[in-house]
């Protein structure tokens, strides 16, 4: 299962301070600028989060309270599918170097 949401700048710091918990490293996750993922007009940062249904709602529990947009419908897939695909691209160049 996949998850994708959105947080501006302003909240940023208490979004990585949630981040650092063990949980969110066991899990692992991704965060980007919006302007580096799809050249999006969104001003802020996309977090994505892979993990089975019950560390979702774990981590949503988390979030509560910080302001997080929890994004879904055509832009769900259109980030996702960017983060997926910096993964696979990521993936296939090691496999180069140590290939």
Do not use: H, P
């Amino acid at each position: 299962m996949e998850a994708v949401y959105f947080y501006e700048d302003s909240i940023s710091k208490n979004v990585l301070k949630v981040l650092e918990d063990d949980f969110f490293k066991r899990v692992g996750y991704t965060v980007r600028e919006c302007c580096q993922l799809l050249g999006s007009e969104r001003k802020g940062y996309f977090l994505y989060i892979k993990a089975n249904s019950e560390d979702i709602d774990r981590a949503e529990k988390k979030f509560e309270g910080l302001g997080l947009e929890k994004l879904s419908g055509e832009e769900k897939k259109l980030v996702t599918a960017a983060f997926v695909a910096e993964e696979e691209n990521a993936a296939s160049g090691m496999g180069m170097i140590f290939g």
